[in-house]
């Protein structure tokens, strides 16, 4: 008999040692990260390729030193943008280059390099202290701002 009043506080037991480790196993499980795969996007132009774009090539030119452009916008025909973007997935930060040129009567006008790393490239000047537009326009209208 005492036997069998055992019995209930063992399952109890059992159940409550269940409980904790599924408890554990699917929090643990949250911990690892997947697995996600290197993404690049767009065009590769390199820093020889950059160099060799002068004022006063044709498109024609242009298309063979460095390919067809990402972006052809026929609401600006004039610009041609080549965007290329390396996201590592690995927890490091996107990689983002961008190449624009303009042109005039079919020959290049002037080119503009975004981007860490190519020749020429503009970057943007981002001083940890410096207020975003949106914060200064947002001093601007509430009231009590500078």
Known sequence: ?????????????IAVL????GGLLLGASGCVRSYRVEIQQGN?????QIEKISPGMSR??????????LI???????????LYILDPGKGQPVTQ??????FEADQVLRTL?????LPGAIEPDLEEGSAGFFSRLWDKVTPGGD
């Open 44 to 48: 590769l132009v390199n820093a020889e």
């Open 18 to 21: 269940g409980a904790l480790t």
């Open 72 to 82: 052809e916008d026929p609401f600006h025909a004039q610009r041609w943008d080549y």
């Open 97 to 102: 280059h961008r190449l624009s040129i303009w």
């Open 60 to 69: 024609n030119e242009v298309r063979f030193i460095l390919g067809t452009p």
């Open 1 to 13: 008999m005492i036997h069998c009043m055992h019995r209930p506080f063992r399952l109890a037991r």
């Open 113 to 117: 390099v975004e981007g860490a790393g």
